[in-house]
T-cell receptor, first 113, second 112 residues
């Protein structure tokens, strides 16, 4: 069974640009979570999607947004990139609202120059 | 703010020794989970303990949960160099929505 996949592996952007990160959950999982892991700050919860709807978002500005597609894959968009957006962005999936274990992808390393 | 906080932030031991890391959290939980992260990669789920359980084992891992103190500990016995990684605890909340909330992790280095 394929795990959670994320693309791209690495992404380099300049300040002010937009970044799009993608995530494909494990087959059958309907929930997708996005986390930001900046150096030394642990995992910060960004967004949670389930069944195509945004269920919750963390304490991040509106320039962090995303969506979940009918096949449950998800996209994270970061507009007007700032230097402090440089981080590892992790996607996780779980079987749905009752899911108890989140399965993580390998992450996308975003570098903003 | 983080729901769970791991302690210590860093731990350095010799192969064969036991490693103990702790996690404290703030609000009531349904369950608590431990994850492992190898350098710069995704997290791997290790073990889940429910709020009505006090202790759980999985191979060389032993997890305890004390809901009265809002704390958990992860013990890795007979550690190996391959156990070198960061370890995170994650809690859900009891508010009906399942959102794994992580601490900052404990960085474990096991010297061969």
């Amino acid at each position: 069974e394929a795990g959670v996949t994320q693309s791209p592996t690495h992404l380099i952007k300049t300040r002010g640009q937009q970044a799009t990160l993608r995530c494909s959950p494990i087959s059958g999982h309907t929930s997708v979570y996005w986390y930001q892991q900046a150096l030394g700050l642990g995992l910060q919860f960004l967004l949670w999607y389930d069944e195509g709807e945004e269920r919750n978002r963390g304490n991040f500005p509106p320039r962090f947004s995303g969506r979940q597609f009918p096949n449950y894959s998800s996209e994270l968009n970061v507009n007007a990139l700032e230097l402090e957006d440089s981080a590892l962005y992790l996607c996780a999936s779980s079987p749905g609202l009752a899911g108890e274990i989140a399965f993580f992808g390998p992450g996308t390393r975003l570098t903003v120059l | 703010s983080q729901q769970g906080e791991e302690d210590p932030q860093a731990l350095s031991i010799q192969e064969g020794e036991n490693a103990t890391m702790n996690c404290s959290y703030k609000t009531s939980i349904n369950n608590l989970q431990w994850y492992r992260q190898n350098s710069g990669r995704g997290l791997v789920h290790l073990i889940l303990i429910r709020s009505n359980e006090r202790e759980k084992h999985s191979g060389r891992l032993r997890v305890t949960l004390d809901t009265s103190k809002k704390s958990s500990s992860l013990l890795i016995t007979a550690s190996r160099a391959a156990d070198t990684a960061s370890y995170f605890c994650a809690t859900d909340t009891s508010g009906g929505s399942y959102i794994p909330t992580f601490g900052r992790g404990t960085s474990l280095i096991v010297h061969p």
